[in-house]
């Protein structure tokens, strides 16, 4: 009887093993994301709930991710580029549609967030929402003389060595071209042409050039200014009190990170599974709260329990700030290398 209740219990955990849920399924998603964008906690609890294993890779900007994407040597399931990236990969016929019968949770994003997603997104058929804000000045108070509220500050001599800069080509010529009264989306080469003269003039003043890296060195008091996302200013805010953020009043770029699915991806339901586990209200919540990037899910903001966090004007600006604020548009192949060659030209100035 012992024999035979040994070799039951044997077939048993077997046929567990081969039929159960858990991350031992085989099935996985390869996810492509920012550094340091998602709560890690999160994709544990997905892997939990689905036994879907995820894969996961950082990314620092969207020209970094695009070429990969666009190679197709690495096929990813889920992608989270940045809206004018995410209308360059529509028009080259990258990304596949979502079906969002697999994505019900796309209940809990503000209609708003949807329709503002329509400028590089029509329909909402290739991206869902992540997270959105703005860039901006991240000063410490007791390093400056005193408040500030324009890019001058960050073209100012008396700042010299004390300026982090965004490593970013849109970033830095929109940064550029709003302080010169520019459209930020200009397809205009002599104002191309003044915003690069502008950033080459700024090197000497320039401690580093950082993306990542500003929200620590800011923290640690290494800089008086820095050019900053508004969702790692409300982090270095809590983490140093002397620091203050400020969307300049020439204007600025307000963003929207979604996910997309390339077209080559090959698991593309559990690319699908992932975004809606990503749309849950709790998990939305849950991220916001780790990454603290402005959340577009209106069910997770009305949880929010911390009143200060959620009436932050650096979270979620009042309308008079986001008016003088302008989403970047895809500009086209031409004008896109004309961009790069202008800001290669910056660079290399810079290595000799």
Not at 32 to 52: A, H, K, M, R
Not at 123 to 128: A, D, R, T
Not at 310 to 321: E, G, I, L
Request: hydrophobic share 35%; glycine share 6%; net charge negative.
């Amino acid at each position: 009887m012992k024999k035979i209740l040994i070799v039951i219990s044997i077939l048993m955990i077997a046929i567990g093993l081969m039929t159960g849920c858990g991350k031992d399924s085989g099935e996985k998603v390869y996810v492509y994301n920012w550094g340091e964008y998602i709560d890690p906690d999160v994709i544990d609890l997905f892997e939990e709930e689905t036994g879907i294993k995820v894969v996961y890779d950082e990314f620092e900007q969207n020209e970094e991710m695009y070429p990969k994407i666009k190679a197709g040597a690495v096929q990813y399931d889920v992608v989270c580029p940045s809206d004018y990236m995410i209308q360059k990969m529509i028009d080259e016929d990258l990304l596949a549609e979502i079906d969002y019968n697999n994505v019900p949770n796309i209940k809990n994003i503000d209609p708003a967030y949807l329709k503002s997603a329509q400028s590089f997104d029509e329909g909402n058929k290739y991206s869902v929402p992540y997270c959105w804000g703005t860039l901006g000045i991240l000063y410490n108070k007791t390093m400056v003389d005193g408040p500030i509220d324009s890019w001058s500050a960050i073209f100012d001599e008396k700042y010299s060595g004390n300026i982090l800069m965004i490593d970013s080509v849109r970033d830095a010529f929109g940064i550029a071209l709003k302080y010169l009264g520019y459209d930020l989306n200009t397809t205009d080469d002599a104002q191309l042409e003044e915003a690069k003269e502008l950033l080459k003039s700024q090197y000497p003043l320039v401690q580093a050039y950082v993306i990542d890296q500003v929200r620590d060195k800011m923290i640690g008091g290494e800089a008086a200014i820095g050019v900053i996302y508004s969702g790692e200013a409300i982090y270095t805010k809590r983490e140093n009190p002397d620091l203050e953020y400020v969307v300049p009043k020439e204007g600025s770029n307000v963003w929207i990170d979604g996910w997309v699915i390339p077209k080559n991806c090959k698991n593309k339901e559990n690319a699908e599974a992932f975004i809606n586990f990503m749309c849950d209200a709790d998990i939305a919540l849950k991220n916001f709260e780790y990454i603290t990037y402005s959340t577009p899910n209106m069910a997770a903001r009305n949880m929010i329990t911390d009143e200060d966090i959620k009436n932050s004007s650096v979270s979620f600006p009042d309308q008079a700030t986001l008016d003088r604020c302008t989403t970047f548009r895809y500009l086209g192949e031409e004008i896109e290398s004309l961009y790069i060659d202008k800001w290669n030209e910056v660079k290399s100035d810079l290595s000799e």
